[in-house]
């Protein structure tokens, strides 16, 4: 299983950006998807996440600024995040809760990351 992110870049303070990432592979279901964020020296923090049913929930800084949303058809998770901070530079890391087969455990796949770089 491979997850591919995109739609990082550069903007400035108040801009937007929306990150797509898609899953591929041998994939019998896919549960819980979403996005943790790594800021240079800092651990990995999670960002948002959207499960099966939907059921969305944000880090708190992101409440209000982002929304993740899914298609399910295209096993694809999306982050829509709009007036960005300085705070928020980050490379971005999609992931995914899946089953590669009916009786196979779920785990947790990552995408490779995709940076976000916000200027004041």
């Known amino acids: 299983v491979q997850l591919q992110a995109s739609g990082g870049g550069s903007v400035q303070t108040g801009g937007s950006l929306r990150l797509s990432c898609a899953a591929s592979?041998?994939?019998?279901?896919?549960?819980?998807m979403g996005w943790y964020r790594q800021a240079p020296g800092k651990q990995r923090d999670w960002v948002a996440v959207?499960?099966?049913?939907?059921?969305?929930n944000y880090l708190n800084s992101g409440k209000g600024r982002f929304s993740i949303s899914r298609d399910s058809a295209k096993n694809a998770v999306y982050l829509q995040m709009n007036n960005l901070k300085p705070e928020d530079t980050a490379v971005y890391y999609c992931?995914?809760?899946?089953?590669?087969?009916?009786?196979?455990?779920?785990?947790?796949?990552w995408g490779q990351g995709t940076l976000v770089t916000v200027s004041s």
């Open positions: 992931y995914a809760d899946l089953k590669t087969t009916a009786s196979s455990p779920v785990s947790r796949s």
């Open positions: 959207v499960t099966s049913a939907d059921f969305t």
């Open positions: 592979g041998t994939i019998f279901s896919v549960s819980t």
